[in-house]
């Protein structure tokens, strides 16, 4: 590949960019996928499959790169076992939330106490791109 790999964080709708903007601010340091689609490129900005040491563009749904990334580790996790490190990552108060949201965010999953995420924690590089 000869560009940087790409990531889009995605919000509740079109207009939501508070997910670059917690990355940006440092409250976001952790992300989390489903672990069967985590090796899985979602279109021209979500490559997929990034592994510690990867730097990354992280773009909006509007496709406008917000800032640089890189990834530090890379861990699969459980459910119904939401390591502290993650939750708090994902800028939220607890593994409870974390999972209240991503069972809103990801309906067409029945998520159950095994269902295996993979978590990509990261930190900011740069912010102010073109």
Partial sequence: MSRLKRLTFWGAD???DSLPRDVMAGRK???ADVAEDY???YGEYGDGG??????IEV???KQRLR??????KVETIRFGDIPE??????NMSSAREFQEVHIACL???ELHDDFEFVALHFELVETGLP
Avoid: F, H, N, S
Wanted: glycine letters at 10%; a negative charge; charged letters at 25%.
């Fill in 14 to 16: 079109e207009e939501d």
């Fill in 107 to 109: 309906p067409q999953y």
């Fill in 85 to 90: 490190a993650v939750w708090r990552g994902e």
């Fill in 29 to 31: 340091t952790v992300t």
């Fill in 39 to 41: 090796y899985k490129g």
């Fill in 59 to 61: 773009y909006d749904l």
């Fill in 50 to 55: 990034y592994a510690a040491g990867d730097l």
């Fill in 67 to 72: 800032c640089l990334i890189r990834a530090t």
